[in-house]
């Protein structure tokens, strides 16, 4: 029964890009970043750090070097009463760990299941000003920024359509978001091609 919530769970999971104005309480975003903290790594170097934003100027300044919805044009990104209540910023120490993307990459899918269960949006944001946020947040010279994750309670429901001709999301005339996945049957090879 639990694994077919959960994977219930990552079958309804979607980029949210447009949140509630609603406090995520701290204690929430610790676990969250305690989950990530618990994902595999590689040969176990743990290479990673976690930055938690939630302080309301913190993250105005911390938006302005993020980029949104790529696909979409013109240009765009969540209104300011539509913006996320916190982020977690995924940190690496590269001296540690040559495959320190691939621990990031674990450790974000933990958070964004963990806020997925407790009904709280998630976007992996990985095209980022990655100089003006080391700034912003006074970045220590050992570690480099591998992503933020935007998070807040969800104020949108993107829906996944059939992959048919290109992979690009888009919006709707009601403002929908629509994500195209390829079938299974045109991505999975069994023991042979």
Known sequence: MIYLEIYNKIKKRRSIRRFKQKEI?????????????LAPSAANLQPLEFFIVNDVELKKKLFTTLSWAGYLKPEWKPAENERP???????????ISNWYQRDASFAAENIILCAEEKGIGSCVICKVDKESLGKIIHLPYNLIIDSVIALGYKNEQPVVEEYKDSIKYWKDEDDVLHVPKKKLENIIHINNF
């Not at 610790?30 to 990530?36: D, E, G, I, L, W």
């Not at 209540?85 to 001296?95: G, P, T």
């Open 85 to 95: 209540a916190a982020y977690i910023i995924i940190l690496a120490d590269k001296s």
């Open 25 to 37: 309480e701290l204690s929430i975003l610790k676990k969250f970043v305690n989950a990530a903290r």
